[in-house]
């Protein structure tokens, strides 16, 4: 049913799924014999725009290469249509420092044809000579209209804050936002260090300005791609006007078709703004259909289309390539049980990260070892495990360091983590240990804690008074160390560590699995217990 809304036309379709096989039909998916007809019956001053996205995809390859697939068969069903096409991205499709992820996130967006993209914090994991090195194979453009680049500095001229593009005669500006918690969402790096991001008040002016000045030009379409997040993506579609499209990212919200007030507002001018935004970890992707007033540069009706990629097969030419780009997987042994995938990552006890974590600390023989829960980004399997299976549950790439912390700055720690409960988006997340048991309830609150000596003896923590002179051995990694998602002070500027090194968990992790040299069960052992008060 279409509703009409401020002269606007609002129609949405849910994507169904083959129940026996999971799989997404694409005729019903992504195509609409409703929306064929009205396409066919637009008048010469209606304009028809597809354009097909991603965001957060967080360097899993796995799902990069199933959306490959997809978009293989989208371009299929759609080489006759007269529409606008493009591919758009809103940032974090690589993660971590490693290279050959950044290398093969750039390959995986020239191969899906990506027009653009806006930088995500996980692009600036990497340092700017690293980063821009990336980039000079890139056939798409990369957007940081805030970020503040300073002169000589090897971004200087590669990233932009936006361009023109031309698709059968009708003229489209493309804007990009990086993230304004950027600092904040990298370790203590280069890219920290080097690069400067502009306060977010300051950016809606800064929007408000360009986008009058491409009006000023005759371009009444435009696109801007932001790495903001859904609450501050809204503050733009509302506070600003000429903005017509936000594809999103960021907050890894799953923005399923049109729904007014949530990714359907309206501008200062009273203009419809669509927000879309596909999740996270490359689990979904979008397509995004818009029929505009041509003359007006208004949206006139909007279709958004949000498909699993988890029914498609992974795309054999692209897996190949990244073998070739990231190695041949090494057969590290069997996984023999898992525990159910957990509903909310950021605040569950996850025990793929317990896994991790447990591999972490035996392998650097702390005290204890913690991480921030963000850093868990996939799940174990039942069957055989492979190097590149594990490198999938914690894609990042940071680098791993030991350090001191005392008592009192680990309970506080997982306090600042706890407060997730009752944070926005449950942001940053809980913290997830080795060598620790804490109990935390939903109203934010640590209740209780205990440290697990390596015989197992369970020693209680009095969380209301911690030992400030009580001192443990800890591993991590150096996001985390840095102060990352505000869980610690940034010990790495202070000089306060004990050792750094040049790998990250899954190292470790695999090194644990070999020496084990038996199957493994990824279990919830109660090591972190949710209570409601």
Same mark, same amino acid.
């Given at each position: 049913?279409?509703?009409?809304?401020?002269?606007?036309?609002?129609?949405?379709?849910?994507?169904?799924?083959?129940?026996?096989?999971?799989?997404?039909?694409?005729?019903?998916?992504?195509?609409?014999?409703?929306?064929?007809?009205?396409?066919?019956?637009?008048?010469?001053?209606?304009?028809?725009?597809?354009?097909?996205?991603?965001?957060?995809?967080?360097?899993?390859?796995?799902?990069?290469?199933?959306?490959?697939?997809?978009?293989?068969?989208?371009?299929?069903?759609?080489?006759? $249509?007269?529409?606008?096409?493009?591919?758009?991205? @809103?940032?974090?499709? =690589?993660? %971590?420092?490693? /290279?050959? &992820?950044? !290398?093969?996130?750039?390959?995986?967006?020239?191969?899906?044809?990506?027009?653009?993209?806006?930088?995500?914090?996980?692009?600036?994991?990497?340092?700017? $000579?690293?980063?821009?090195?990336?980039?000079?194979? @890139?056939?798409?453009? =990369?957007? %940081?209209?805030? /970020?503040? &680049?300073? !002169?000589?500095?090897?971004?200087?001229?590669?990233?932009?804050?936006?361009?023109?593009?031309?698709?059968?005669?009708?003229?489209?500006?493309?804007?990009?936002?990086?993230?304004?918690?950027?600092?904040?969402?990298?370790?203590?790096?280069?890219?920290?260090?080097?690069?400067? &991001?502009?306060?977010?008040?300051?950016?809606?002016?800064?929007?408000?300005?360009?986008?009058?000045?491409?009006?000023?030009?005759?371009?009444?379409?435009?696109?801007?791609?932001?790495?903001?997040?859904?609450?501050?993506?809204?503050?733009?579609?509302?506070?600003?006007?000429?903005?017509? &499209?936000?594809?999103?990212?960021?907050?890894?919200?799953?923005?399923?078709?049109?729904?007014?007030?949530?990714?359907?507002?309206?501008?200062?001018?009273?203009?419809?703004?669509?927000?879309?935004?596909?999740?996270?970890?490359?689990?979904?992707?979008?397509?995004?259909?818009?029929?505009?007033?041509?003359?007006?540069?208004?949206?006139?009706?909007?279709?958004?289309?949000?498909?699993?990629?988890?029914?498609?097969?992974?795309?054999?030419?692209?897996?190949?390539?990244?073998?070739?780009?990231?190695?041949?997987?090494?057969?590290?042994?069997?996984?023999?049980?898992?525990?159910?995938?957990?509903?909310?990552?950021?605040?569950?006890?996850?025990?793929?990260?317990?896994?991790?974590?447990?591999?972490?600390?035996?392998?650097?023989?702390?005290?204890?070892?913690?991480?921030?829960?963000?850093?868990?980004?996939?799940?174990?399997?039942?069957?055989?495990?492979?190097?590149?299976?594990?490198?999938?549950?914690?894609?990042?790439?940071?680098?791993?360091?030991?350090?001191?912390?005392?008592?009192?700055?680990?309970?506080?720690?997982?306090?600042?983590?706890?407060?997730?409960?009752?944070?926005?988006?449950?942001?940053?997340?809980?913290?997830?240990?080795?060598?620790?048991?804490?109990?935390?309830?939903?109203?934010?609150?640590?209740?209780?804690?205990?440290?697990?000596?390596?015989?197992?003896?369970?020693?209680?923590?009095?969380?209301?008074?911690?030992?400030?002179?009580?001192?443990?051995?800890?591993?991590?990694?150096?996001?985390?160390?840095?102060?990352?998602?505000?869980?610690?002070?940034?010990?790495?500027?202070?000089?306060?560590?004990?050792?750094?090194?040049?790998?990250?968990?899954?190292?470790?992790?695999?090194?644990?699995?070999?020496?084990?040299?038996?199957?493994?069960?990824?279990?919830?052992?109660?090591?972190?217990?949710?209570?409601?008060?």
């Amino acid at each position: 049913m279409n509703l009409l809304i401020n002269g606007f036309q609002k129609y949405s379709y849910i994507p169904s799924l083959s129940a026996k096989h999971s799989t997404v039909s694409f005729k019903s998916a992504l195509q609409s014999d409703t929306f064929e007809k009205e396409q066919k019956q637009k008048t010469d001053n209606l304009v028809q725009t597809d354009i097909f996205y991603i965001n957060d995809n967080h360097g899993r390859i796995g799902n990069m290469a199933r959306i490959y697939t997809a978009k293989t068969m989208y371009d299929n069903l759609n080489k006759n $249509s007269k529409a606008d096409k493009f591919v758009l991205a @809103a940032g974090d499709i =690589s993660a %971590g420092a490693d /290279l050959h &992820i950044v !290398k093969a996130a750039s390959t995986y967006m020239n191969g899906l044809g990506v027009d653009a993209t806006s930088d995500g914090n996980h692009e600036y994991d990497a340092s700017p $000579s690293e980063i821009a090195e990336s980039k000079k194979g @890139a056939k798409f453009r =990369s957007l %940081g209209m805030n /970020l503040q &680049i300073p !002169k000589g500095n090897p971004l200087d001229g590669v990233i932009e804050k936006s361009f023109v593009i031309e698709k059968n005669g009708h003229k489209y500006a493309i804007i990009g936002l990086a993230p304004p918690d950027l600092h904040e969402r990298i370790r203590d790096n280069e890219s920290r260090k080097q690069i400067g &991001i502009d306060d977010f008040e300051k950016t809606l002016k800064d929007i408000q300005n360009l986008t009058d000045e491409y009006k000023k030009q005759g371009i009444n379409k435009i696109i801007l791609l932001s790495h903001c997040g859904l609450e501050k993506d809204q503050r733009i579609a509302k506070e600003t006007s000429g903005i017509d &499209i936000i594809i999103g990212g960021h907050t890894h919200d799953l923005l399923e078709g049109v729904a007014e007030g949530k990714n359907l507002l309206y501008s200062k001018a009273n203009e419809p703004v669509i927000i879309t935004q596909a999740g996270k970890d490359g689990e979904y992707f979008g397509d995004l259909k818009i029929t505009w007033d041509d003359k007006k540069g208004i949206i006139v009706k909007a279709q958004n289309n949000v498909t699993p990629s988890s029914g498609f097969k992974r795309n054999r030419v692209l897996k190949g390539v990244f073998d070739q780009i990231l190695g041949k997987p090494e057969h590290l042994g069997t996984i023999q049980s898992v525990a159910p995938q957990v509903k909310n990552r950021l605040i569950e006890p996850n025990p793929n990260g317990f896994f991790i974590m447990d591999a972490v600390r035996n392998e650097f023989g702390t005290d204890i070892a913690l991480i921030n829960v963000g850093n868990i980004r996939g799940f174990f399997e039942p069957g055989a495990l492979d190097s590149r299976q594990v490198f999938e549950v914690v894609p990042l790439k940071n680098n791993m360091v030991k350090l001191k912390l005392t008592e009192k700055e680990i309970v506080d720690a997982v306090k600042n983590g706890a407060k997730s409960f009752i944070s926005p988006g449950n942001k940053p997340g809980i913290v997830i240990p080795s060598g620790l048991k804490y109990t935390v309830s939903k109203k934010g609150e640590l209740k209780s804690m205990s440290f697990i000596d390596k015989s197992g003896k369970e020693i209680p923590i009095d969380v209301n008074n911690p030992d400030p002179n009580k001192i443990y051995t800890v591993a991590t990694d150096d996001f985390f160390a840095s102060g990352g998602d505000n869980l610690i002070s940034n010990k790495i500027a202070s000089n306060q560590i004990d050792a750094k090194f040049d790998f990250d968990k899954d190292k470790l992790t695999c090194d644990y699995v070999k020496k084990l040299n038996a199957p493994v069960e990824v279990k919830d052992d109660g090591r972190i217990t949710v209570v409601d008060a």
